[in-house]
C-alpha cells in the first residue's frame, strides 16, 4: 500500500431536515394546480426543488404521500376553524364565526376549494383515503357542538360545504348576507 496515494474524498451527504415537509407542502401546490390525476414525483420533486430520488426515500408510494399531503391540508383546515369556533364567546359570536369562515374561504384564490374537491374525490374513490374527510368533518362537528346541540352541528357542518362550493363556483358574487341569513335560521332555537 503506498502511503502517498491520494485518500479519495467523500461527499458529505447534505443534510436537509424540512426536505420531507417541504414534498408534502409541494405536493398540496401541484394537486392545486395539476389536480390528483396530473400530480406525479417528477412534479412533486421539482416543485420542492428536490432530487427525484428524495421521493421514495421519504413516501413508499405516491398513495402515501397524497396521503400525507392531505392530512396536512385537513389538519390545518380543522386547526383554523377550531380556533374560530374557540374563540366565539356565545352563540351570536359563533354564528358570526361560522358566517366569517364561508365567505373568507375563497380569500386564497380557490386553492383551498380544489384542494377539499381533490380530497372529496380520491375518497369517494379510494376508501383509503375516508379516513381524513372522515376525521375533518368529525372536528369540524366537535367544533360546532361547543356553541350548537349535536343535529344542528351536523347541519351547519353540510351548510358550510354546500355555502363554500356555492359561492366559489358561482359566476355571479354572492351577497354575503344570505349566508349570515342561513347560519341564523339553521341555529335559531
Known amino acids: 500500500m503506498n502511503d502517498d496515494a491520494p485518500t479519495p474524498v467523500r ?33 412533486v420533486a421539482a416543485a420542492a426543488g428536490v432530487p427525484l430520488g428524495s421521493m421514495t426515500y421519504h413516501f413508499a408510494g405516491m398513495d402515501e404521500l397524497l396521503h400525507e399531503a392531505f392530512a396536512r391540508f385537513a389538519q390545518g383546515i380543522s386547526d383554523e376553524f377550531e380556533r374560530r369556533m374557540a374563540q366565539a364567546s356565545d352563540v351570536a359570536a359563533a354564528r358570526a364565526a361560522v358566517a366569517a ?10 386553492r383551498g376549494l380544489v384542494l377539499s374537491h381533490e380530497l372529496y374525490t380520491l375518497a369517494a374513490r379510494e376508501p383509503g383515503f375516508r379516513d381524513l374527510t372522515t376525521a375533518w368533518m368529525e372536528r369540524s362537528r366537535a367544533a360546532l357542538e361547543r356553541h350548537f346541540d349535536p343535529v344542528t352541528a351536523r347541519m351547519v357542518d353540510a351548510v358550510i360545504e354546500g355555502f363554500t362550493i356555492h359561492r366559489a363556483l358561482d359566476s355571479r358574487d354572492r351577497d354575503p348576507s344570505e349566508v349570515v341569513q342561513a347560519i341564523a335560521r339553521i341555529t335559531a332555537t
Do not use: N, W, Y
Not at 103 to 109: L, S
Open 11 to 43: 461527499r458529505a451527504r447534505r443534510h436537509d431536515p424540512d426536505r420531507r415537509d417541504r414534498i408534502i407542502d409541494a405536493c398540496l401546490d401541484v394537486i392545486a394546480r395539476d389536480g390528483v390525476a396530473g400530480t406525479s414525483h417528477r412534479k
Open 101 to 110: 369562515f364561508i365567505i373568507e374561504e375563497g380569500d386564497d384564490g380557490g
